[in-house]
């Protein structure tokens, strides 16, 4: 039998996003600013008021009006305006005011003139008002964020300078996107759980889920962890099921490939509608997409190199695409100082580290051995290399494009 071609890795992305853009999240939830950081805003955000709400003060200074703005001119100082104080107040004609920054303007004021550009003697104030501009140092009503206006759309994660805009707006709460349930479980007689004593001489460690687990937090899901099942069609068939029933995304570690224990396949026949594909990417050959009832599957190959790289550049697009997620590429050319192995037939994923030359050049090298299992080479890696399926070995000084690790691995 002929060999069924493999998947281009883009068109495989592709899938996972249609199908995506067919299923809508609509549960979202009223949050607590202080709970809201890297939430998903689930409804456009309107200011409700003007910021700043009134005209005030930049500086520490001393407020003019227009007629009194003439080179070297002096003005007895009338009064001062604090913050949080009126701004209202008995202003003689011919006279300054002293003021203080975040202080309320006057009406008539035309600017304020830095304290440090003044000198003051006999609670008089001089200056020179030959450069002085209309509107100096006086920050307008509404010239941050404008009343009634959409600050925030469907699908900006909140970050910190975006929630520190919704408190400066007086808001203590916020529509976001109720957390995607994603239950998760590991395949394979081989795995023992992380901090108990290896079940036998050829067992290891259960790496991936704890992996897939700290992924998945970082992109806001809530996880339900089922935990090591063995090698075995029933249990992996009930445990499907049973994940399926509880979460909207399952994801699964392992058994995926051709081998004779690898049974996922087998389960999803009977329970789902499911597409094993073969992919053409390195590492990450192995991979599982479908549906089970109304949850999405994914399955990652056991390679942990290989399912940490299927999970982010695969599964993550999918949930950011579930969360209406905008994400625009970050992918850019340089140089790679290292000499780069690499066989024409899949797109890389290699693991670099973008840093400085001596000459200040931003370069990008190797992490080492890119092997599936080598996860010693992701540990001090910052960034992809991603090479193009059709490239051969890259020689030091060629361009590469590099993608920068988001803070989903970060
Ligand atoms: P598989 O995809 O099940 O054929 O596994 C491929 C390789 O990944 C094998 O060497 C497994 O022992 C290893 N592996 C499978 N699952 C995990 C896991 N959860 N954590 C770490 N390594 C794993
Ligand atoms: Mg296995």
New binding site residues.
Partial sequence: MAKAPLLEFSAARDQILQHAKHHTIPNSESVNLHLALNRIVAKPIMSPINVPSFDNSAMDGYVIREKDVKENTTLPIAGSIFAGHNGDIQWPKNTCLRIMTGAPVPNDAYAVIMQEDVKIADQQMSFDGHNVKAGQNIRRIGENITINTEIFSTGEKLTIPKLSTLAALGLNEVCVFKALKVAIF???D??TPIGEPLLSANS??????YTINLMLNALGCEVIDLGIIKDDLLSITQTLKQAADLADIVIT?????V?DA?YTKKALEQIGEINFWKIAMKPGK?FAFGKIGHAFFCGL????VS?LITFYQLVRPLILALYQQHTPSQQFTLKTISHLKKSIGRIDFQRGYLHRDHDGQLVVSSTGDQGS?ITSSFNHANCFIILEKDRDNVKAGEYVTVEPFDSCLL
């Fill in positions: 590991s395949t394979g081989e795995l290891i460690y259960d790496s991936n889920r570690s392992g058994g995926v490939s081998g690898d192995p190959p056991g390679n942990p399912s299992h």
